[in-house]
T-cell receptor
Framework: GAVVSQHPSRVICKSGTSVKIECRSL??????MFWYRQFPKKSLMLMAT?????????EQGVEKDKFLINHASLTLSTLTVTSAHPEDSSFYIC???????????FGPGTRLTVT | AQSVTQLDSHVSVSEGTPVLLRCNYS??????LFWYVQHPNKGLQLLLK??????LVKGINGFEAEFKKSETSFHLTKPSAHMSDAAEYFC???????????????FGQGTTLQVKP
């Protein structure tokens, strides 16, 4: 199957700082990527749909000014957690959708810890 | 609106015995249904998917699932559990892409499968 990478795999940052997470589709061009959040021992919650060349579509209850999404190219989407707080600590997972098959391929996830 | 309910948060089986993970769905459309597995601190791996073809879907690692429209169910089964099957399993529903639908995935709450030696 297709490969999606995330960087970094884990990051620790101080409260009040911002952190950027990258999601790359390595062997196909993805016009649509998705960002999920997973709390410990919980399911994945869709945060937003990232569309190349246009604004992201956020799910209800997700603060778009706090979780900035940029989909600057067909192989890269970034999620920036701005002014991070300890409650933002979580496992963030991205997926990229193959435009031909519509199948979503998931990245390995990024564990964010805010101290 | 689509939703999916996994009926068991935790399932424990002995190695070599059958596995049954239950999932019920709700969808306004003819849904696409998936089962994903997540091993500890790892990404999600697709086990199998149903997209309106055969109702009995075979996946990787000996898993299969049967789509039953009358029961709105998509239960995951495996005849004989291995220790390596211990993981978190997610049942997922999706709208078809197009006609205003984004094809986004809606995840169930997850079922933790424990396999005892």
């Amino acid at each position: 199957g297709a490969v999606v990478s995330q960087h970094p795999s884990r990051v620790i940052c101080k409260s009040g700082t911002s952190v950027k997470i990258e999601c790359r589709s390595l062997d196909f061009q993805a016009t649509t990527m998705f960002w999920y959040r997973q709390f410990p021992k919980k399911s994945l919650m869709l945060m937003a749909t990232s569309n190349e060349g246009s604004k992201a579509t956020y799910e209800q209850g997700v603060e778009k000014d706090k979780f900035l999404i940029n989909h600057a190219s067909l192989t890269l989407s970034t999620l920036t957690v701005t002014s991070a707080h300890p409650e933002d600590s979580s496992f963030y997972i991205c997926s990229a959708r193959d435009p031909w098959t519509y199948e979503q391929y998931f990245g390995p996830g990024t564990r964010l810890t805010v101290t | 609106a689509q939703s999916v309910t996994q009926l068991d948060s935790h399932v424990s089986v002995s190695e070599g015995t059958p596995v049954l993970l239950r999932c019920n769905y709700s969808s306004s459309y003819s849904p696409s249904l998936f089962w994903y597995v997540q091993h500890p601190n790892k990404g999600l791996q697709l086990l199998l998917k149903y997209t309106s073809a055969a109702t009995l879907v075979k996946g990787i690692n000996g898993f299969e699932a049967e789509f039953k429209k009358s029961e709105t169910s998509f239960h995951l089964t495996k005849p004989s559990a291995h220790m390596s099957d211990a993981a978190e399993y997610f049942c997922v529903v999706s709208d078809p892409v197009g006609s205003g639908n984004t094809g986004k995935l809606i995840f169930g709450q997850g079922t933790t499968l424990q396999v005892k030696p």
